[in-house]
């Protein structure tokens, strides 16, 4: 008999126990796994970001898109619905490091271009201020929205000088609504202005307060438009549905940038439109990108606000599925990381009031996330032009605002409201 066998034995002995044996296979966990809706209206299974239908030529789809814009689907598979409530107790609020302030999509306002957000700048108190510009800003395209068309955008370039925002993405859906020169014309009048830009060729890298932060932008697509000739817009087809979705260039980016930053941030235009909450694929897609090196995943671009999640990334003792996040990453290093799914709008002429109340999110940052905050606006009329205020203003003195802020405490969580 061979003596092997009994040398092995002491050292089988001794290996270590695997610490994410009570880690169920991915496939079996959620998101991965979760109860599909039921009972749903045709309006609100539509989804414009699966681009597997065109609202030019198919006129039911886009007549049930008119119904979900002015309804929104408010509900959820139970298992997220089960998630987010867990998730609300887990965010800590702001704390030690490097504080940003986000805001989501900047869209085409009508009026008012210099002092729309003055009354909400004193809430965006980061070391760095950052939004997404949902609109060209081209002098030379016509800003009337009768000369645009129904689903173009371009504002005047004075709506830049009424941001109190430091950083904006450029590459969403909207990009190229007048053209690549219009693109040209918005990149010249961002930069005549002194602000950063991330998302068109080239990715950014910021001080912030002692933190290299490093930004990182990337867009579902651009409305069925080609992509330009002159320019990368970084687009990823997050909304399709039935297909495993290549993060490989997102997975490249964020490789080079841990190895030049201390944090990473990733800018996502994604999301169905008017949903309240996340589907899963997106809840998926999130843990893709916290395990291949974001810190912090922050959303636009559903136009609604979405509740937001805690990562644990390896951290063998959270066991990933229903109310817990947690993702392995290959350096194999622990960190605490947060995806942000929806800020919603920042400012906007969107018919409700879900709509038109977003959000200013501050993250601290030391380097991984420390704590989150969160802060209620609202896009409104004042004495007769379109201005953004923080929602409590308004539901100090209006029953809809009141009632609209005791929605999204409830939907998003009080317990980091600011």
């Given at each position: ?72 689907r408010t509900s959820a598979p139970v298992e997220s619905l089960g998630h987010f409530a867990a ?7 702001l704390g030690e490091g490097a504080r940003i302030s986000f805001v989501g999509d900047v869209m ?253 999110a501050t993250v601290s940052l030391g380097p991984d996330v420390t704590g989150l905050g969160w ?44």
């Amino acid at each position: 008999m061979s003596l092997l066998p009994l040398l092995l034995l002491p050292l089988a002995a001794c290996a270590p126990a695997d610490p994410y044996a009570a880690w169920p296979a991915q496939e079996d966990a959620f998101p991965w796994v979760h109860t599909p809706e039921e009972g749903l209206e045709r309006w609100e299974e539509v989804r414009w970001e699966t681009e597997t239908w065109d609202p030019a030529e198919d006129l039911g789809q886009a007549g049930n898109y008119i119904l979900k814009v002015q309804n929104h689907r408010t509900s959820a598979p139970v298992e997220s619905l089960g998630h987010f409530a867990a998730q609300r107790a887990l965010i800590p609020p702001l704390g030690e490091g490097a504080r940003i302030s986000f805001v989501g999509d900047v869209m085409w306002l009508g009026e008012n271009w210099g002092h729309f957000a003055d009354p909400v700048a004193p809430l965006l108190d980061g070391d760095l201020r950052v939004g997404n510009l949902e609109t060209p800003t081209s002098s030379a395209h016509p800003t009337d929205r009768e000369d645009l068309g129904l689903y173009d955008f371009n504002a005047p370039p004075e709506l830049l000088d009424g941001l109190p925002l430091d950083l904006l993405q450029l590459n969403n859906n909207h990009s190229v609504d007048v053209g690549e020169d219009g693109l040209d014309n918005t990149l010249a009048e961002v930069a005549d202005r002194g602000l950063l830009a991330v998302g068109v060729d080239s990715f950014a890298t910021v001080d912030v307060a002692g933190v290299d932060v490093a930004f990182l932008a990337y867009t579902w697509g651009l409305n069925g438009k080609p992509l330009p000739a002159s320019h990368d817009l970084h687009v990823v087809p997050f909304g399709h549905l039935d297909e495993d979705i290549d993060l490989s260039g997102i997975e490249a980016d964020a490789a080079q940038a841990r190895g030049e930053a201390d944090a990473v941030v990733v800018l996502v235009h994604w999301g169905f439109e008017y949903e309240y909450y996340a589907d899963p694929h997106f809840l998926r897609l999130g843990r893709r990108l916290v395990a291949a090196g974001a810190d912090l995943v922050v959303g636009t671009g559903p136009h609604t606000a979405q509740p937001a999640e805690l990562c644990h990334v390896n951290r063998p003792e959270q066991v990933p599925g229903v109310g817990t996040c947690s993702v392995r990453s290959a350096d194999g290093l622990p960190r605490t990381a947060a995806i942000l799914y929806s800020l919603g709008n920042f400012d906007t002429v969107q018919p409700t009031l879900p709509l038109q109340a977003g959000l200013v999110a501050t993250v601290s940052l030391g380097p991984d996330v420390t704590g989150l905050g969160w802060e209620p606006v609202v896009t409104t009329t004042q004495q007769g032009l379109l201005t953004v205020l923080p929602l409590a203003d308004m539901a100090a003195v209006l029953p809809e605002f009141a009632a609209e802020e005791q929605r999204l405490d409830a939907h998003l969580g009080a317990g980091w409201k600011r």
